[in-house]
């Protein structure tokens, strides 16, 4: 739609509903059977594998952390809070979202689950191939 218009612009494509990114994380460790334990506060605070349901993880187990801040990622200008504004999008091209954040982290954690199996058993049978990646 943003493609198809006379004069280019920018647009905001987003739900307009803010989440944290604890509970990224959550569904996203939920999408693999983990179950995820914070403990700490603010700098401190970790993500502990409390249980894990199936075999999407194998190379992980209860009691390790997987969540972990480190502030040599924190943006020189960090912002407290992002939120994304549809509005304009929702009004010019008629747009609205079709899935719900929660959706599109399954969608995104199963393509990633996807590559890891097919690389794990490429790896398997001898066939040591480098990880796709962006960037």
Not at 100 to 128: N, S, W
Request: glycine residues 8%; contains cysteine.
């Amino acid at each position: 739609m943003m493609l198809q218009q006379d004069n280019p612009d920018d647009f905001v494509i987003a739900t307009g509903v803010q989440y944290s990114v604890r509970q990224f994380i959550e569904w996203s460790a939920k999408e693999l059977g983990i179950t995820i334990r914070f403990e700490g506060k603010g700098l401190e605070e970790k993500g502990t594998i409390e249980s894990i349901e199936g075999d999407n993880a194998p190379a992980l187990k209860v009691g390790d952390v997987i969540v972990q801040i480190d502030s040599r990622y924190f943006r020189p200008a960090e912002v407290e809070t992002l939120l994304g504004d549809p509005t304009k999008a929702k009004k010019t091209l008629g747009w609205i979202p079709e899935i719900t954040v929660q959706e599109m982290c399954e969608e995104m954690v199963g393509e990633d689950l996807k590559v890891a199996k097919r690389h794990a058993l490429l790896k398997e049978h001898g066939h040591d191939i480098p990880v796709a990646t962006e960037g």
